[in-house]
């Protein structure tokens, strides 16, 4: 599967979000309650949407898909001054991420998020950082439908101890 790996500064975002697990998911609700208030957030600096996943410490150490982790459905903003009411804010932490152009049906994305943490991440010169998960909903994502295309950004740290990152 094609990748890159990108170096980002951090974001402020804007949204609202739910606790849920794997196997209580509540995205669709997430995503109800959002959407038709997005555009009460008028500081934003583009129109992609980002799912954004908080899992906590040793979330993917002993999987299991009834542990809680937090989703947000969120849009990158300029800053926090104007925060619509019913929403949140929170810093998405800047860092480096494995980042993967997922095409198809969100319902049949968990196959490539299985391939991503268990045949590319075992494989690869990286480890899992402790910082949000997140995808990018840009112009060409279509909810759940085939023809859709999204990126899928995972938060990623080398092996190594003494890493610098690229100079730019």
Known sequence: ME??????????????????SF??????ELWQSFMPVRKEITNCKS????SMQ????????DFNPD????KWAAIEVEDHSIVPEGMETCVLPGGLYAVFLYRGSSSAASET???????WLPA?????DLRPHFEILGEKYKNDDPGSEEEIWIPIKPREWNYRPPCK
């Open 47 to 50: 129109i992609d949407l980002y």
């Open 3 to 20: 990748h890159r790996i990108e170096h980002i500064e951090k974001k402020l975002m804007t949204g609202k979000r739910l606790l849920m």
């Open 124 to 128: 690869s010169e990286y480890i899992l």
């Open 23 to 28: 196997s209580s998911d509540r995205t669709r």
């Open 67 to 70: 542990a809680p982790f937090e």
């Open 113 to 119: 998020f299985r391939y991503i943490l268990g045949t």
């Open 54 to 61: 908080i899992y906590p410490l040793l979330f993917f150490h």
